[in-house]
C-alpha cells in the first residue's frame, strides 16, 4: 500500500480532487467508485470547484457508487443518492445515463444486487474506486462479520455504522435504516485501482489495523493488503497510530 499523509483534510481533498481530474483527462470515459460519508464531502467540493475553473468533461464518466439504504428513495433526504445529488452529481455534466446506484427500493433485492453486477461489468469494470473506512473498519457496507460477501448483496448494518450516518437522519441513530445494499469485497477488490481516504482520530485505529495487522474479515478493510494498486490517503489524526 502506498501511504500519503496530509497535513489537514482540505490538502487531502486538494490532491485527490486534483489525481481525479488528471485520470478523467487522461481517460474521459473512466468509470469511478464512489464512496458516501463526511469524509468525501471536502473531496466532491474541490473536484466541483476544479470542475467550474477548468472546465473538466465529465459527460462521458461512468459512476457507480458504493452503497445504498433499504428503504429509502433517492429523492429521500438521508438516502446516498440525495447525498451525491447535493455534492456532485447537481454541479457536473455527468449524463444520468452513466450513473449508476442501488436501488434502495428494489422488490426484488437479489435482482437489483445482480444487475449492479452486471452494469459495473457491462462498463468494463470499475477503474479507480474512491472507498472511505469506518471506525469499524468496514468498506463500502462490507461490515465485519465471520464471513464476507464477494458480490453486491444486502447487509445488516453495525449499530457503530448507523450511529455513524445518525447525521444524515437529524442526528438520531434510530431513524437511520437498519439494512443497505453494497458492493462486495469482490466487486471492490477488483477495481484496478484503489484510493482509501480517512480524516480525523476516530479512524486512527481502524486505518492503523488495516496497514498493520492480519487480513481478516473483522476488519474487511484488511483485504485491501491483497490489492495491488492502493494508496491511502490520509490527514494527521487519522495517521496517529502509524507513529
Ligand atoms: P464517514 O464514513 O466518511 O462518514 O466517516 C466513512 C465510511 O463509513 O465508509
Not at 490538502?11 to 458516501?36: C, E, F, N, Y
Not at 470499475?126 to 444486502?154: C, K, M, Q, Y
Not at 477488490?189 to 488495516?210: F, S
Request: net charge negative; glycine share 10%.
Amino acid at each position: 500500500m502506498k501511504l500519503e499523509i496530509y497535513e489537514s483534510e482540505h490538502h487531502l481533498a486538494l490532491a485527490l480532487a486534483s489525481a481525479v481530474a488528471g485520470a478523467i483527462r487522461r481517460q474521459p470515459d473512466m468509470v469511478l467508485g464512489l464512496p458516501t460519508g463526511r469524509t468525501p464531502i471536502a473531496l466532491y467540493g474541490e473536484l466541483v470547484r476544479l470542475t467550474c475553473r477548468e472546465g473538466l468533461d465529465w459527460s462521458r464518466v461512468r459512476t457507480f457508487n458504493l452503497d445504498e439504504f433499504v428503504g429509502l428513495s433517492a429523492e429521500t433526504p438521508g438516502s446516498y443518492r440525495s447525498f451525491m445529488h447535493q455534492h456532485l452529481f447537481a454541479h457536473v455534466n455527468l449524463a444520468g445515463r452513466h450513473i449508476g446506484f442501488l436501488d434502495g427500493l428494489a422488490a426484488d433485492v437479489e435482482a437489483e444486487c445482480d444487475r449492479y453486477e452486471r452494469a459495473i461489468a457491462a462498463a468494463g469494470g470499475i477503474d479507480l474506486v474512491i472507498l472511505g473506512i469506518g471506525a469499524n473498519g468496514h468498506i463500502g457496507f462490507n461490515e465485519p462479520a465471520p464471513a464476507l460477501a464477494s458480490r453486491t448483496h444486502r447487509v445488516a448494518l453495525e449499530d457503530e455504522s448507523r450511529a455513524g450516518n445518525a447525521l444524515w437522519f437529524g442526528g438520531d441513530a434510530a431513524r437511520v435504516p437498519r439494512e443497505a445494499l453494497s458492493m462486495g469485497m469482490a466487486t471492490i477488490l477488483n477495481a484496478r485501482e484503489v484510493v482509501l481516504i480517512a480524516t480525523g482520530e476516530g479512524k486512527a485505529d481502524a486505518v492503523a489495523a488495516m496497514i498493520r495487522g492480519g487480513i481478516t474479515t473483522e476488519l474487511p478493510a484488511s483485504f485491501l493488503q491483497l490489492h495491488p494498486h492502493v494508496t491511502v490517503m490520509l490527514d494527521e489524526a487519522a495517521a496517529g497510530d502509524l507513529r
